[in-house]
T-cell receptor, first 114, second 114 residues
């Protein structure tokens, strides 16, 4: 079954430390996305990628980097974690653009920065 | 830029009653619209989507939504809710210029009372 798998499921990080969130998809999708969700809010786009070895900035990229080493894998990197980055992070993948898009979301990573 | 507004942060209904969740979007071109549901500590699951054609779209678990171009709305409905429908519901529109990334509303939390 096609899926998007995120790891870890949850993480506690220290302020100023480096955090890497991983995402793996088996959907054979070209597009992958990282969103963050804050309590009581919708999802906001951080970074996305439409091909391996290339990433693009989303709406709120500051403080985050992304890496797409292969079609299946997409990582989100917090080089210097801050308290404000405490949130739930979702990875998603999709196929063609627009009308044929079919999005699949991972179960999320809960990040607590202390 | 695209935006999605869900004016109701929380809706409480009795089991068996009807439900309507409101969604207004701002988008310059023909929108691609989605409704997702999020159960506690889970990822997002697609309820239904609209690209074109019949403005009333049927989804899973008895949900349907109606697109109105004149009102820039995409309201979600269910004729008779079950306690298991308690969740957070998100309306989303597909962006342009950001691959096919989604812009989400802030969500509506639905509480179904027994």
């Amino acid at each position: 079954e096609a899926a998007v798998t995120q790891s870890p499921r949850s993480k506690v990080a220290v302020t100023g430390g480096k955090v890497t969130l991983s995402c793996h998809q088996t959907n054979n999708h070209d597009y992958m996305y990282w969103y963050r969700q804050d309590t009581g809010h919708g999802l906001r786009l951080i970074h996305y990628s439409y091909v391996a070895d290339s990433t693009e900035k989303g709406d709120i990229p500051d403080g985050y980097k992304a890496s797409r080493p292969s079609q299946e894998n997409f990582s989100l990197i917090l080089e210097l974690a801050s308290l404000s980055q405490t949130a739930v992070y979702f990875c998603a993948s999709s196929g063609d653009r627009g009308a044929n898009s079919d999005y699949t979301f991972g179960s999320g990573t809960r990040l607590l920065v202390i | 830029a695209q935006s999605v507004t869900q004016p109701d942060a929380r809706v409480t209904v009795s089991e068996g009653a009807s439900l309507q969740l409101r969604c207004k979007y701002s988008y310059s071109a023909t929108p691609y619209l989605f409704w997702y549901v999020q159960y506690p500590r889970q990822g997002l699951q697609l309820l239904l989507k609209y690209y074109s054609g019949d403005p009333v779209v049927q989804g899973v678990n008895g949900f349907e939504a109606e697109f109105s171009k004149s009102n820039s709305s995409f309201h979600l409905r269910k004729a008779s809710v079950h306690w298991s429908d308690s969740a957070v519901y998100f309306c989303a529109v597909a962006q342009t210029g950001f691959a096919s990334a989604l812009t989400f509303g802030s969500g509506t939390k639905v509480i179904v009372l027994p």
